[in-house]
Nanobody, 114 residues
Framework: QVQLVESGGGLVQAGGSLRLSCAASGSIFSINFMGWYRQASGKQRELVAGISSGGITNYATSAKGRFTISRDNAKNTVYLQMDSLKPEDTAVYYC????????WGQGTQVTVSS
């Protein structure tokens, strides 16, 4: 069993920054991918950013240039630094881990006020 514990969400004004963290624990044999998805009210869940075990990153177009994903393999932790936040970034952000199975965190709310 794998557990994902997220932290770092909250309320911030437009233009501000937040840093999300997701720590994985449990029976982890190998991690192929860790990433962040988000789901705004009434919308589908979408990939924001991801990072492979080899450090290759990918970003949603809306996140490029503003968000940075990083990973500490020794701690099985992934981070999402979010800068220049916009009201449209408001959503519940979910951590995602892919190994032999896919796991999701419980979600953390990010609210950006205008």
């Amino acid at each position: 069993q794998v557990q994902l514990v997220e932290s770092g969400g909250g309320l911030v004004q437009a233009g501000g920054s937040l840093r999300l963290s997701c720590a994985a624990s449990g029976s982890i044999f190998s991690i192929n991918f860790m990433g962040w998805y988000r789901q705004a009210s009434g919308k589908q869940r979408e990939l924001v950013a991801g990072i492979s075990s080899g450090g290759i990153t990918n970003y949603a177009t809306s996140a490029k240039g503003r968000f940075t994903i990083s990973r500490d393999n020794a701690k099985n932790t992934v981070y999402l630094q979010m800068d220049s936040l916009k009201p449209e970034d408001t959503a519940v952000y979910y951590c995602n881990l892919r190994s032999q199975r896919t796991y999701w965190g419980q979600g953390t709310q990010v609210t950006v006020s205008s």
